[in-house]
């Protein structure tokens, strides 16, 4: 996908969610397992007002980890390995947010 189609098609809410998790307070991508990106909470990466904070059931994570999967922007080397942000990902991730802030300039 080049980088005109990322800006032009924007990610889904739940797969810019998964990507955002794996960047951690120090903008360092990290690795991590299904529990924990179950144990966040997600709702502040989409609504960051909202009260109380809320985390999505294990099947709406393991819908979006799929999708991010299938795009390519999450992967792991073997079963019981952890998940990590490919490339790929890292660029869809900044993509969608200059995307998301030359939107709201205009």
Request: glycine share 4%.
């Amino acid at each position: 996908m080049s980088q005109t189609e990322l800006l032009e098609k924007p990610l889904t809410p739940d797969v810019r969610v998964i990507l955002q998790m794996f960047e951690n307070h120090r903008g360092v991508d990290v690795t991590l397992d299904f529990d924990d990106l179950c144990q966040w909470y997600h709702s502040i990466y989409l609504e960051p007002r909202k009260r109380p904070k809320t985390s999505w059931p294990k099947t709406r994570v393991a819908r979006a980890l799929d999708a991010a999967v299938q795009a390519g922007y999450v992967e792991r080397e073997k079963p019981w390995q952890k998940w990590h942000i490919t490339q790929a990902g890292q660029v869809a991730r900044r993509d969608e947010t200059v995307r998301r802030m030359k939107g709201e300039a205009a």
